[in-house]
């Protein structure tokens, strides 16, 4: 009994490791400047507020601001960083997409093996 558990606890890190494929993120974001901006906004009359990181990236040659996904009060240093394109997800009720608009989400794989995603809510020339 006890070797079978010693045996899990020293399969779960590299359980947890196979998730994340470095190969994966193949796509390189620059990010040009960081900043920290709260978003605010009111649920049935109870104000909600949190903190993201907003970034001005090129990915690809082109120009996008980029909004993170959860409550970081954190610059991301200025610099190259490995992403990926997650899937565009449909949700219940969505207006399908015209040919003139698009939803995209990236991944970024940061060096320590962590993952954060972002959210493009900009893009420019």
Known sequence: MNRALFACLLLMP?????????????????????????????????????????????????KYELDSYGDYDVLLRIGDYKAKLLPEEQRDGDIPLGSYEYRRRYEFLFPDGRTRKYTVVGESE
């Open 14 to 62: 590299m359980l947890s490791w196979a998730k994340t494929n470095p190969a994966d993120y193949a796509i390189t974001v620059h990010v040009q400047s960081s900043h920290v901006v709260s978003m605010c906004n009111d649920i049935l009359g109870h104000p909600n507020c949190e903190k993201k990181q907003h970034l001005s990236a090129i990915v690809d040659g082109k």
